[in-house]
């Protein structure tokens, strides 16, 4: 089985600012990791993920990931933050093609980020 | 190229009542999930169908079922309703069980938010 903790449930931020949105997970196999973006109302939408190679991913808004296996972590980054980054972000697990529960994800509790004028 | 639809947008029920909740994938897609969102919380798995069959379920009760058709789209249902019950049900698209999310991933719906009284 696997579990996701987003250590922070709040993050304000001011525009043009640098943020960082932690992700820690658990599992006794090996995982994909994903990060999903929902705006107020609507469904999910998937920011990014890493599958294999690379433990650096990136989406095309500028944000990007670093999977630490070491640390089980998949912390999400981006330089600096625009008005239209406010949403609440997801961290998610899957196991990989070799678990039981591949094609399952398990969520996080989410991290809400405001980015202030 | 329509994406996944689900139907109602939003219902009332009452406790104890039966609901049925529709999804409709994604054009080339033939694996439905099912996930529910509650409150303030990250989206929990329910249960995937392939091939008109439960292929995987989470932890919830009997009282959640579903059923997937020739043409892919699924239904959920909950019987006996609980005030608990009350959350945003999320329905996720994908082509088959392998190459989940190597090749193309989920497809996530708006949801139908549901609501118990």
């Known amino acids: 089985a696997q579990s996701v903790t987003q250590l922070d449930s709040q993050v304000p931020v001011f525009e043009e600012a640098p943020v960082e949105l932690r992700c820690n997970y658990s599992s006794s196999v090996s995982v994909y990791l994903f990060w999903y973006v929902q705006y107020p109302n609507q469904g999910l939408q998937l920011l990014l993920k890493y599958l294999s190679g690379s433990t650096l991913v990136e989406s095309i808004n500028g944000f990007e990931a670093e999977f630490n296996k070491s640390q089980t972590s998949f912390h999400l980054r981006k330089p600096s933050v625009h008005i239209s980054d406010t949403a609440e972000y997801f961290c998610?697990?899957?196991?990989?093609?070799?678990?039981?529960?591949?094609?399952?994800?398990?969520f996080g509790q989410g991290t809400i980020l405001t980015v202030h004028p | 190229d329509a994406g996944v639809t689900q139907s109602p947008t939003h219902l009332i029920k009452t406790r104890g009542q039966q609901v049925t909740l529709r999804c409709s994938p994604k054009?080339?897609?033939?694996?439905v999930s099912w996930y529910q969102q509650a409150l303030g919380q990250g989206p929990q798995f329910i249960f995937q169908?392939?091939?008109?069959?439960?292929?995987q379920r989470g932890n919830f009760p009997d009282r959640f079922s579903g059923h997937q058709f020739p043409n892919y789209s699924s239904e959920l249902n909950v019987n006996a309703l609980l005030l608990g019950d009350s959350a945003l049900y999320l329905c996720?698209?994908?082509?088959?069980?392998?190459?989940?999310?190597?090749?193309?991933?989920?497809?996530f719906g708006s949801g139908t938010r549901l609501t118990v009284v």
């Open positions: 169908y392939y091939e008109e069959e439960e292929r």
């Open positions: 996720a698209s994908s082509l088959g069980t392998g190459g989940f999310f190597t090749n193309y991933g989920y497809t």
């Open positions: 054009s080339g897609h033939d694996t």
């Open positions: 998610a697990v899957s196991a990989n093609a070799g678990g039981t529960s591949y094609g399952k994800l398990t």
